[in-house]
């Protein structure tokens, strides 16, 4: 604790000088202390200032708050008698107040400044100490707190004028991208907004800055500097001139935008991903253009942002337009004005961004246009430009070596000789950047002010400026000490005059402030990492497998460490092999399970199954453990040890387990409940997995989660329940970018929309999503909604379709069993019977883990996880059985047939399936067929209406009812047949 103790002689002076201004007086000190974080305390003949000593950035705000005490009082000194500032260690307050407290004043308006002994050395390298009872002490860095003029070493004034030259010229206007070579000085990205507000006399609207995009040289965040540039004031202004199919464009795709913003680390988004971003971010270019066209751009500053990768193109397969936007409206308005995007040092930019800017100029519907300046050149990516789109323009020579002396003539001797390697290395920067004239500023300034600059490397292009003042906060910087700082920093050249989030180049922290700043910078380092922690625990950021090896998976936050592993593990197009060197051992483990999961390796999975059980260290990972083993039972067909293992983690189950694994083994207790068939069990599972995953934000849980609710529901005859779940998991798809789970839940929407009858709409909903997998490399999914699209065809008469599409899927199982079914529907008996001959073969399970599906087939994908879990293509075969027995009977008159139909509705399989009343059916036509019942088929009817009921009794939509009963083709036949045996 440093206490500032500030003594003001009173005597007459509310006479002197008046109440209002000792008020004024008291108030300007009480601020000082207060806005840098010290704690006020009023005597009765003192003010006492408290300031705390055991945070990175203690000593310079108590010294700065002591400077600013110095000058209030020294502004006030003609209307007081004297004052005396005193400084004291916390520990030695006592015995040295003693010396000082009632010490009479020794001049009349004397304002001195007193530092016990102790902190006479604490503050050595802020304050010049004099030795006549410090009379002549001074703050050692206040010369820098005037204007050194350094800010005219980087505004660039020729290049502004070459540049406004030209864009009032010719040359301009036929040209996408102005690509200007610098010179090696430096500049401020913001000196170069004022040229785009002129206006050529032959152009009304003038050039437009639309976005000013840079990037640091730590580029660490996809589709930099996009991410960062647009800000909220950005994307608010681009939705006022949104349509409302492009807003509604804009909250489909904003998600993943903000998913790329806040995954730190995450220098390359996943395919689908990256598509989805690139679709919002040209959709908003679009937006900002055609605002920027009509006049209602304006410059909103600039910003940094950080991110490497690689784009897959900006054409959405996720439903939504490549180039989302109007463009024809662009055409008309693009007379009135010309909207620019800058790119400065675009070699800093993530190769998604510079790929996106590449598609941009190579589309004719796009009308921005580019300014990139660099003294290198242009990215590899934009040598591609055509001829007639780049239009170079050599960088005039600024010659600002002549300013130096200039600059340093107007500033104290000691500052100038500290400084002028700074200011040559701006205007020339040849030299390497390990000379960049920072040694001897920093050495001269307060050690915070590296402590400044290692915290901004170390977060620099990761966290927007709230975020790291915050993150500065916690390390006890106060907002007026950071802006101090900042205003040093920019001062001596080591920040950009216009813009203090801006590290100017070159730049690089000397080698030997680690030393200095030791204990500082590792304070620095551990609250960066609880801060990112924070962050995630608040949803401001996502964890990523990279935002984790740069924490380390020591940190006290399990549900970071769980998340950022899960989360890059399931994203399907992720790397098969991700880096895991910096996880320990138990974490490489998981990792590599679930990988192996999503790749479904049973292989790779079982391994690293028993490498981890080595590796178990208390209850949570017990926990986890058994929670991996119950997914590879559940993967492996064996039912029984998965319900066992998921019983044993959810007993280990505290409120230190994360959300996500709560939430997986609450899942699990769903399958193991829905695969014996107790839908009722699973129903409380799943739903009790649902809320732990919404209430911690876990949309992939969630929408795995809804998955099995709506199967849950389809099982149990709620096809309605069942089409809302799906619903609002297929959009909750839509936002994670997963055109896998997308289309896995299209499938099953489509799926109950045949249930009900609705077989019209079912069949362009399979048509639309064939369309969907192939443009999203689903293959095996689109292969099934086109064979289910053929049956629907079939079941809605139009025969000769579903014919042709079955034909092009003859070897699929399930394509030759619809075949004969519609040879069924068309009342050929034989040519099924002749199809249906030879039985499928009996296929070995998959290895299918809990987050797979079973595209083989749509019967064994759903009904498959409830009836015969085990078991591999038994719903086929009984599909093929019942259908064989049906169409041999009635081609052969052959009353045995019925008799092994009725024997086989009393199999115990059969009597939850939701083909149940279809088999009755089958049975039921074959009676009707011949001559004697072998089976009395009022039994056989009165299974299947009673069993039709039930189903129709769980849908709660009246109209929903009518069409199940009246337009699904078996289940009308049936009620005509429940009328005609008076059963109605």
């Known amino acids: 604790m440093t206490i500032c103790s500030i003594h003001i002689y009173y005597l007459h002076q509310f006479q002197r000088c008046g109440r209002e201004a000792v008020t004024s007086l008291l108030q300007q000190l009480r601020q000082a202390g207060e806005q840098l974080g010290g704690q006020v305390d009023v005597g009765s003949r003192q003010l006492v200032l408290l300031f705390p000593d055991d945070s990175a950035f203690a000593r310079l705000q108590s010294a700065e708050a002591v400077r600013r005490c110095h000058e209030a009082l020294l502004e006030h000194r003609a209307s007081l008698r004297g004052a005396i500032i005193s400084l004291a260690d916390g520990s030695e307050v006592e015995s040295d107040n003693g010396a000082w407290r009632y010490r009479e004043l020794s001049g009349r308006h004397a304002i001195r400044l007193h530092f016990s002994a102790r902190c006479q050395a604490a503050f050595r390298g802020y304050f010049s100490l004099g030795r006549r009872d410090n009379q002549e002490t001074h703050c050692l860095y206040s010369p820098l707190l005037a204007d050194t003029g350094l800010a005219r070493l980087v505004q660039r004034p020729n290049l502004l004028r070459a540049l406004g030259n030209f864009l009032q010229g010719d040359k301009v206007r036929p040209c996408r991208m102005v690509y200007v070579k610098a010179d090696g000085a430096s500049r401020s990205v913001l000196a170069l907004e004022p040229v785009f507000a002129t206006e050529a006399a032959d152009n009304p609207g003038g050039h437009r800055l639309v976005l000013n995009l840079r990037c640091p040289p730590g580029n660490r965040r996809a589709f930099g500097p996009f991410t960062n540039c647009l800000t909220e004031e950005k994307l608010a202004q681009a939705r006022l001139v949104a349509d409302a199919a492009e807003q509604e464009q804009l909250d489909s795709l904003r998600p993943t935008f903000d998913y790329a913003r806040t995954a730190l680390e995450l220098v390359e988004l996943p395919a689908a991903l990256a598509l989805a971003c690139a679709s919002f971010i040209n959709l908003v270019l679009d937006l900002l253009t055609r605002a920027a066209a009509t006049g209602t751009a304006s410059t909103l500053g600039t910003a940094s942002t950080l991110g490497t990768a690689s ?4 054409a959405s397969t996720l439903g939504t337009a490549s180039t989302l936007g109007t463009a024809s409206t662009l055409g008309t308005a693009s007379t009135l004005g010309t909207a ?62 002549p300013l130096v002396p200039d600059l340093m003539a107007a500033l104290p001797t000691e500052l100038a000789a500290i400084i002028e390697p700074r200011a040559l290395a701006l205007v020339d920067q040849a030299g390497s950047a390990d000379h960049c004239g920072a040694e001897a500023i920093l050495d001269w300034l307060p050690a915070e002010a590296g402590l400044y600059l290692h915290a901004r490397q170390l977060a620099d292009g990761s966290l927007e400026r709230d975020n790291f003042l915050a993150y500065l906060g916690k390390a006890g910087l106060q907002p007026a000490g950071a802006e101090l700082i900042e205003r040093l920093l920019c001062q001596a050249a080591i920040l950009d005059p ?3 989030m801006a590290i100017l180049e070159p730049f690089s922290l000397p080698s030997g402030i680690g030393r200095k700043l030791a204990a500082g910078a590792s304070q620095l380092d551990s609250l960066y990492t609880a801060f990112l922690i924070d962050l995630f625990n608040r949803g401001k950021i996502a ?31 992720s790397p098969a092999a991700p880096d895991t060197r910096s996880l320990s051992a138990a974490n490489r483990e998981l990792c590599n399970f679930y990988v192996a999961a999503r790749e479904v390796d049973r292989k790779r999975q079982s391994a690293a199954l028993v490498r981890a059980n080595d590796l178990l260290d208390g209850k949570h990972s017990r926990c986890r453990f058994a929670l991996m083993q119950a997914e590879f039972a559940y993967a492996e067909g064996n039912i029984e040890a998965m319900a066992k293992r998921t019983r044993e983690a959810l007993l ?20 193991a409940a829905l695969s014996v068939e107790k839908y009722a069990d699973a129903g409380d599972y799943l739903t009790n997995a649902a809320e732990i995953a919404e209430a911690g934000g876990d949309r992939h849980e969630l929408c795995q989660t809804l998955y099995l609710r709506a199967l849950v529901e389809f099982m149990s005859g709620s096809l309605v329940r069942a089409t809302k779940l799906a619903a609002e998991a297929r959009a909750l798809a839509r936002r994670l970018c997963r055109p896998d789970l997308m289309v896995d839940l299209g499938l099953m929407a489509a799926r109950l929309d045949m249930e009900l009858g609705l077989y019209d709409e079912a069949a362009r909903h399979f048509a639309a999503l064939a369309e969907f997998a192939a443009a999203n490399q689903q293959a095996d999914a689109g292969q099934r909604a086109a064979v289910w699209q053929a049956r629907c065809l079939g079941y809605a008469g139009q025969t000769a379709a579903a014919s042709d599409l079955l034909e092009l899927h003859a070897d699929d199982a399930e394509a030759r069993l619809f075949r004969a079914e519609l040879e069924i529907l068309l009342h050929q008996p034989a040519q099924a019977a002749a199809r249906l001959r030879e039985p499928p073969e009996i296929q070995p399970r998959p290895f299918l883990p809990p987050d797979s599906r079973d595209r083989r087939s749509l019967f064994q ?26 169409a041999s009977g009635l081609a052969e008159v052959d009353a045995s047939k019925a008799v092994e139909l009725a024997a086989l ?7 939850n399936n939701p083909a149940y009343a279809t088999v009755c059916m089958y049975c039921y036509v074959l009676e009707d067929e ?11 009817l009165s299974r299947a209406f009673n069993y039709l009921q039930q189903r129709a009794g769980k849908i709660e939509e009246r109209a929903s009812r009518a069409i199940f009963m009246e337009k699904n083709l078996w289940n009308h036949r049936l009620l005509e047949a429940a009328r005609e045996h008076k059963f109605l």
């Open 652 to 671: 280990l189950l505290d409120r230190s387990t994360p959300p996500k694994l709560g939430s997986r083994i609450q899942r699990m207790m769903g399958l």
């Open 311 to 314: 784009t897959l193109g900006t």
């Open 905 to 911: 509705t009393r199999e115990a399989r059969f009597k």
């Open 861 to 886: 994908e759903m009904e498959g996880r409830a009836i015969c879990f085990d078991q591999a293509n038994s719903l086929i075969n009984d599909m093929h059985l019942a259908l064989r027995l049906l």
């Open 340 to 401: 620019w995007l800058i790119c400065d040092r675009p070699e800093y930019f993530s190769a998604q961004a510079r790929q996106l800017i590449l598609e941009r100029l190579a589309d004719p519907t796009s009308t921005e246009k580019y300014l990139a300046i660099s003294r290198w050149p242009l990215p590899a990516e934009w040598h591609a430009l055509d001829n007639a789109a780049l239009c170079i323009v050599a960088g005039p020579e600024e010659n600002l070596g």
């Open 543 to 573: 964890a990523t497998l990279p935002l984790l090896h740069r924490t380390g998976d020591g940190v006290d936050a399990i549900r970071f460490v769980y998340d950022a592993i899960m989360n890059s593990a399931q994203q399907p197009d």
């Open 930 to 940: 011949l001559q004697a019942e072998p089976v009395d088929k009022q039994t056989i």
């Open 498 to 500: 216009l813009d203090a």
